[in-house]
């Protein structure tokens, strides 16, 4: 029997260079706080927790001459200026390609460009860019952004720019971008979908397609967790959600001779690591 993690199971860039800068920072002695938890894993907070990190929900719970790491969604120009404000060291673990996004609203803006996000309203890396602006607007959907285009809010020569979040998917986007260069005239697109996640899908499709077990780790409640074990049913039979290696039952794999492993984005390395160790052992039984 064999075990096989796929290469991008757990935590894209972004997300592993912000858990790496809180540990830099709690290790080194500073009092450390993150505004937000830093993931949605609840044994990657608890860890920090024992480590003295704590969670803030606003700037204003800052304690003066403390250090205050910024999440990888990064936040507004508003909320940056208010941590700014506390006296705190900022250390800022927003992902660099969502900062590559802030800097591109801001400066359409400065051009006079009005800038329009695709994306989640509510999601905290939306709000983040559309905070980098003074005006923009946002749109969920390709139906939502034809439905403004017609209303006539805006003339059609307006010079606007386009962004996505970084998580939108490239069919969203596509009839996003067909829409806009339907409607406008003066248009420039940028295409801020990040890769990983589609790489981490892919893989785990392929992994799952040669595998006659798969184990997918992450939390139960994380939405791209659950996207992943269903991408992996759709390749293998026998496809097990687990929320860390003491869930994995070893009757489960009877008669399997290849088994994968992958992880949602909020699963940290050591509990994949793990999962592995105790996969091999109940392999090897
Ligand atoms: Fe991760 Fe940054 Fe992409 S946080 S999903 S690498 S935009």
Do not use: Y
């Amino acid at each position: 029997m064999s075990v096989t993690i796929a290469k991008n199971a757990g935590f894209c860039f972004g997300v592993d260079r912000a858990v790496e800068l809180v540990e830099q920072a709690a290790k080194s002695g500073k009092t450390v706080a993150t505004l937000g938890p830093i993931i949605h894993n609840r044994h990657q907070v608890g860890r920090f927790e024992e480590m003295g990190v704590k969670v803030i929900d606003t700037p204003e719970d800052a304690v003066p001459g403390t250090t205050v790491i910024i999440r990888s969604h990064g936040v507004s120009r508003e909320v940056q200026q208010r941590l700014e404000n506390r006296g705190v060291e900022i250390i800022d673990a927003t992902c660099p390609f969502v900062k590559r996004i802030h800097g591109i609203v801001e400066k359409a803006e400065a051009e006079g460009r009005l800038p329009v996000i695709i994306g989640t309203r509510t999601h905290p890396e939306v709000t983040a860019i559309a905070g980098w602006c003074s005006d923009c607007r946002v749109f969920e959907s390709p139906e939502e952004l034809e439905n403004w285009a017609l209303s006539g809010e805006v003339a059609l020569d307006t010079p606007i720019c386009m962004v996505c979040q970084t998580t939108s998917t490239e069919f969203l986007w596509k009839m996003c971008g067909e829409i806009a260069k339907k409607q406008f005239t003066n248009l420039k697109i940028f295409d801020t979908i990040c890769k990983a996640t589609e790489f981490r899908q892919n893989e785990a499709a392929a992994l799952s397609a040669k595998s006659d077990a798969m184990v997918v780790v992450g939390d139960t409640k994380s939405s791209n967790t659950g996207k992943l074990a269903q991408i992996c049913r759709e390749h293998c039979d026998k496809v097990f959600l687990v929320d860390n290696a003491s869930e994995l039952v070893p009757e489960d794999f009877c008669g399997a001779v290849t088994v994968g492993i992958t992880a949602g984005a909020s699963t940290p390395a050591w509990i994949i690591k793990e999962v592995n160790k105790t996969m091999s052992e109940i392999i090897n039984v």
